[in-house]
């Protein structure tokens, strides 16, 4: 456990000002010690919240469903049963567990300022070099490539996939493995089918964990016990206590946490793994650092008991649906099965397209400039957090596209986030990615916003909170 030091204090790297498009020998062993983007003097919990600290059963807190409820308990949770079609008020939207419809619930309330994470810079959209790329593939497509696909994926796109996954994250695949997908999501679905189908009901999950990922598990009638998270990331004698057989993790940049899975903890990871455990990695926003040297997806060192996924959502746009998969060969077939049976391949123009922009260098320029552009967002976030919500504590702000401020503190955080969205700010209650009790918090994108419009939403969710007390 460690902290102390803002991750904007932090001095840069030497990975620094090179370019983004790393080889796979510069992608280094994350230390075994890893400095939490923390202001103030709390880490982050790694247990239970400590008896001073809200219970899930508190009002207004999320009641989530425990590991031990059967499948057909969760995929009625997943369905969103438990939820009111979603209005977007913010009584509506946190008023009670969070069904299936939560997240499009949220995304219809009407704000001045959208603080969701998940997003990049969506005005950063590279509309022209899109348009470009996309009228030299319609130039040059023969006709026969309007026709059915390959479920897999164009061959064009695969290939640049696995280039463009060599130069990122270390790994070296053949593009024959790689399966193009409709995101980390439609991934997760397809995966979920073809591990039930071998047996595996159960699938661990991180906690504090996305409880997006966790309402695709349900739906597919996978349970998800929660293995606890610290500021080395997983920790792995939590998940061999659980005895789940896979695990989803995403250890470049946890998620909401933002912690990157440290050395000491991939060793024993990659151990478990080893002794037969299956391991699912969610690359879902790993391109995007800043503070700290890129480290190598764990499927660079383990091909055959990873199961590798990753998107453009955080690259380009959500709304592409566009991502790929590899897993080990064992389950190549049942998933290109699951794949033909869930749409017959993704749209080719758009794998087209996408696959020009990878090999063009294109991408990779694009990655540049939301560096730049996310960090000045992110410095504004911290700075009008320590200005205006001295209390709260930030973490994991080195990466991604979003950080997490915790409240040392006894209350629910989705009236929090009630209270700021009916001021006009939208933000996730920690409590949403939790299985576990822990502290309050809430999970700020910061990517999406320019650097006035983030210091004014914070300036409002103090409001909000000055409110509640
Ligand atoms: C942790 C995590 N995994 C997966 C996804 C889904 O990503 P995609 O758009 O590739 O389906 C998200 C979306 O925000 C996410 O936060």
New binding site residues.
């Given amino acids: 456990m460690s902290g102390g030091t803002p991750d904007a204090a932090q001095p840069p790297t030497a990975f620094d000002g090179t370019p983004d498009a790393v080889q796979p020998s510069t992608l280094t062993e994350p230390p075994s010690t890893l400095s939490v983007s923390v202001r103030g003097a709390a880490p982050i919990s790694a247990h239970p919240r400590p008896p001073s600290t809200p219970s899930s059963s508190a009002p207004g807190a999320t009641r989530l469903p425990s590991p031990a409820e059967p499948p057909s308990a969760l995929s009625t949770l997943a369905r969103g049963a438990a939820h009111p079609s979603p209005t977007g008020s913010p009584s509506t939207v946190f008023g009670g567990t969070p069904g299936a419809d939560v997240f499009d619930a949220l995304r219809a309330a009407p704000a001045k300022i959208d603080l969701s ?2 997003v990049p810079d969506l005005a950063a959209f590279p509309r022209g070099a899109w348009l470009r790329a996309e009228r030299g593939v319609l130039n040059s497509l023969a006709p026969a490539e309007l026709g059915y696909g390959a479920p897999r994926g164009t061959p064009v796109l695969r290939r640049a996939v696995a280039n463009w996954l060599a130069r990122n994250r270390g790994v070296l695949v053949d593009p024959d493995e790689v399966v193009i997908v ?7 679905g397809l995966l979920a089918q073809v591990l039930r189908e071998d047996g595996i009901t159960a699938l661990a999950v991180e906690d504090p ?2 409880l ?2 966790r309402q695709h598990l349900w739906h597919w009638g996978l349970a998800t016990p929660p293995v606890a998270v610290d500021a080395a990331g997983l920790r792995v004698d939590d998940l061999r206590d659980s005895g789940a057989p896979a695990v989803v993790i ?1 250890p470049a940049h946890q ?1 909401p946490m933002g912690v990157v899975l440290d050395g000491d903890r991939r060793r024993q990871l990659i151990r478990w793994a080893d002794e037969g455990g299956l391991i699912v990695e ?1 690359d ?2 790993a391109e995007h650092r800043y503070d700290r040297p890129p480290v190598p997806a764990l499927r660079s060192m383990l091909a055959e008991q990873v199961c590798y ?6 690259l380009l746009a ?1 709304t592409l ?1 566009v ?1 790929w998969l590899l897993v080990p060969t064992r389950y190549r077939e049942a998933v290109v099965a699951a794949k033909r049976f869930a749409d017959l391949g993704n749209a080719a123009l758009p794998q087209l397209v996408l696959a020009s922009l990878m090999e063009s260098g294109e991408l990779e320029r694009q990655l540049r400039l939301l560096r730049r552009r996310h960090i000045r967002r992110r410095d504004a976030m911290i700075e009008a957090i320590g200005a205006d919500l001295p209390g709260a504590v930030v973490h994991g702000a080195a990466a991604g596209l979003h950080l997490v401020i915790t409240f040392d503190a006894d209350f629910p955080d989705a009236d929090l986030a009630a209270a700021a969205l009916a001021r006009g700010v939208k933000t996730q209650p920690l409590s949403w990615h939790r299985q576990r009790p822990g502290r309050p918090g809430l999970v700020l994108g910061y990517a999406a916003n320019p650097p006035t419009a983030v210091a004014e939403g914070v300036a409002t969710i103090a409001a909000a909170l000055r409110e509640l007390r």
Wanted: overall charge neutral; hydrophobic content about 30%; charged content about 15%.
């Fill in positions: 994470p998940g409709a995101g980390v999501a439609q991934a997760l964990g996305s997006g990922v995403t998620f969610d879902y926003d996924t990753g998107s453009v959502s955080k959500p649906r991502g």
